[in-house]
């Protein structure tokens, strides 16, 4: 390898050698994990995956518990899902998300569920129409 007399280069280059030797040195360092101080910086495995100080991450094996890498390890805490509404009539529940989702809500009323735009009838003696609007909420129409 040819040697490089730094005096001879541009300002420019030498600007340019310096940089590209910091980002060398930094790259070295963070691959072998030590600072520059020469101690080994704290680290946590998980997933198969190398997570630093401050690092946040779900679990692969759990969605719902997520970790931060802290000097004393990994830190996790698991999420609680809140229950879905009683009117809901679509729930998706796909692998990368914790909790299932309400994809569509409708109205609830004597624990069946109608569509939006629906009418019912209530049970007697009122028998009353009642149209599923967008809000979930029943609205009455009128008396039958």
């Known amino acids: 390898m040819p040697q490089v007399c730094i005096g001879r280069l541009s300002l420019q280059q030498q600007r340019s050698l310096s940089t590209l030797l910091?980002?060398?040195?930094?790259?070295?360092?963070?691959?072998?994990?030590?600072?520059?101080?020469?101690q080994q910086?704290?680290?946590?495995?998980?997933?198969?995956?190398?997570?630093?100080?401050?690092?946040?991450?779900?679990?692969?094996?759990?969605?719902?518990?997520?970790?931060?890498?802290?000097a004393e390890g990994s830190v996790c805490a698991r999420t609680e899902c809140t229950s879905l509404p009683a009117a809901c009539i679509h729930v998706s529940h796909y692998p990368t998300d914790c909790c299932p989702r309400c994809e569509k809500i409708g109205c609830e009323y004597r624990g069946v569920?109608?569509?939006?735009?629906?009418?019912?009838?209530?049970?007697p003696p009122h028998h009353v129409?009642?149209?599923?609007?967008?809000?979930?909420?029943?609205?009455?129409?009128?008396?039958?």
């Not at 401050?54 to 969605?63: A, R, T």
């Not at 569920?113 to 049970?123: A, H, K, P, S, W």
């Not at 129409?129 to 009128?142: D, E, M, P, V």
């Open 113 to 123: 569920v109608y569509e939006l735009g629906q009418n019912f009838q209530t049970v």
């Open 22 to 38: 910091w980002a060398l040195l930094l790259c070295t360092q963070a691959a072998l994990g030590f600072s520059l101080a020469g």
């Open 41 to 70: 910086e704290s680290t946590c495995e998980a997933n198969g995956s190398i997570y630093y100080l401050g690092e946040w991450y779900f679990l692969d094996s759990d969605p719902c518990t997520q970790c931060e890498c802290t």
């Open 129 to 144: 129409s009642i149209l599923c609007t967008s809000l979930g909420n029943a609205a009455r129409n009128a008396r039958r």
